[in-house]
């Protein structure tokens, strides 16, 4: 089977791959988009791409395309720690202090924020695709003594030296993968299996009657169904107007979720069901 993942090779999503899928071909595309178009044109089996940081919520680019481009499925949920270190090129090891550049991913950046402005205040901060291609770059520049955040598996694989360890601000650092499939009723694997929470994408009634909201939650509510996230992303047709992403802590093909779906749409409610998965926890990226 070939799985997709945002690369390339020792990002933390390539990480979270190895650790859920045994003996299969992985193939490293350079964007959260490359990955799920690849899926949605079933060049792959499967994608895995970051969802959401618990520092710094979630991952906009992963959501809007899951919402508006692509009709993919989460089959799995893959809860990794995170543990950012700052690495650079052995050749710069005694002068790091000294560094012009600290690259990484949006969200690892913004992971060691407080770090970053009491240690390298002013230090140019440049995104790249992945902590991984940060740690590529830095490994093949050695002549710009810039440094890049990213896990030990980088480290290792692009030879960097880690010369912080440990640098998010906050202790409790977890990034939530979903694994995808382009097939609704596609063949599940073996740690796909025993849905226990659902997430569905909703748009509320075009009429912006008030309360509207309110009646989504309350259909929830007096089932006793469980939420553990909603949040809100633009629907991209004017100010003001919002999709809703709720993760439920129950699997769709019950009663109870059946009749809150039912209930959302004879509001008036779009209700896309992205996916009842399973959770898994991961062991960090070493
Ligand atoms: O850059 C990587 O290594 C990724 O896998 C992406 C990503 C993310 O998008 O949040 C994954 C985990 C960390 O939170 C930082 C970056």
Redesign the pocket.
């Given at each position: 089977m070939k799985i997709g993942y945002?690369g390339p090779e020792a990002?933390?999503?390539?990480h979270a791959v190895k650790s859920i899928f045994n003996n299969e071909e992985y193939i490293a595309f350079p964007t959260i988009p490359d990955c799920l178009e690849a899926l949605a044109e079933n060049k792959v089996e499967r994608a895995v791409v970051?969802l959401e940081?618990a520092l710094?919520g979630s991952?906009p680019i992963t959501i809007d395309y899951l919402f508006h481009d692509v009709d993919l499925h989460i089959t799995a949920e893959l809860i990794?720690p995170?543990e950012q270190h700052l690495m650079v090129h052995p050749d710069n090891a005694a002068r790091f202090q000294d560094v012009k550049k600290i690259m990484?991913?949006s969200?690892?950046l913004a992971?060691c924020h407080k770090y970053l402005y009491y240690r390298f205040r002013g230090v140019t901060l440049e995104p790249s695709t992945?902590?991984?291609?940060a740690a590529k770059y830095t490994s093949e520049h050695p002549e710009e003594n810039i440094a890049a955040i990213?896990?030990a598996l980088a480290a290792d694989t692009y030879g960097l030296t880690v010369v912080e360890k440990n640098i998010h601000d906050f202790h409790f650092n977890h990034?939530r993968?979903v694994v995808l499939t382009s097939e609704k009723e596609s063949e599940l694997l073996p740690f796909e299996r025993d849905a226990e929470k659902s997430t569905l994408m909703i748009t509320l009634p075009s009429d912006d009657r008030a309360g509207a909201l309110h009646q989504v939650l309350s259909a929830f509510s007096w089932r006793q169904l469980s939420l553990s996230k909603i949040e809100s992303r633009p629907l991209k047709t004017g100010l003001g107007n919002y999709f809703f992403i709720i993760d439920v802590e129950k699997p769709v093909g019950g009663v109870l979720m059946q009749g809150a779906i039912e209930e959302l749409e004879a509001l008036g409610c779009t209700v896309k069901v992205l996916g009842s998965y399973k959770k898994h926890l991961l062991e960090p990226a070493k």
């Open positions: 945002l990002s933390f999503t390539h970051p940081n710094e991952v990794s995170i990484s991913h969200h690892a992971q992945s902590t991984s291609a990213g896990n990034t993968f």
